[in-house]
């Protein structure tokens, strides 16, 4: 029965905690572009301050056994 003492208060200090951390969210805008965040993990555009490597077109010579 002890046990139950202790619990039951701690649920509900943490099930308080987590719901004002959930309002703390909507109030500061957290959820205010939830597609944008979904499209820029698929999107394929590097912006001009991320480095990417050298690409070029791949031709035949690329393919083939080297000789030693």
Do not use: N
Not at 1 to 25: D, E, H, N, Y
Not at 52 to 63: C, L, S, V
Request: aromatic share 8%.
């Amino acid at each position: 029965m002890t046990a139950l003492a202790w619990l039951i208060p701690c649920a509900l200090v943490l099930g308080g905690l987590g719901l004002a951390a959930f309002l703390w969210s909507l109030r500061s805008g957290q959820f205010d572009d939830l597609e944008g965040a979904g499209w820029r993990g698929i999107e394929d555009h590097e912006g001009p301050d991320v480095p990417g490597p050298e690409r070029r077109q791949a031709t035949p010579e690329d393919y083939a056994p080297k000789a030693d």
